[in-house]
């Protein structure tokens, strides 16, 4: 099964994307905090499906995750 997010510096400045669109994982988390469900980011974005949506958040929580984070004072 192909990687559902990749990332390729010829494709949207190599920011991770859903393979196959120009949606940026980026794009998708801030239209989700902004307040738009999944069904109507994928209604918005043709391209999109809730399994590209599942994979940009699951990508999103693994990069977080390989980080340290250290609270402001």
Known sequence: MPELI???PAVM???PVVTGTRITVET???RLAAGE???QLVD???HLTREGVRA???YAAESLGAH???PLP
Do not use: M, W, Y
Request: proline share 5%; net charge negative; no cysteine.
């Open 44 to 46: 918005a974005l043709p």
């Open 56 to 58: 940009a958040l699951e």
């Open 28 to 30: 998708i988390l801030e």
């Open 68 to 70: 340290v984070v250290h």
């Open 37 to 39: 469900s999944i069904e």
């Open 13 to 15: 400045g190599g920011k």
């Open 6 to 8: 990749t990332s390729d």
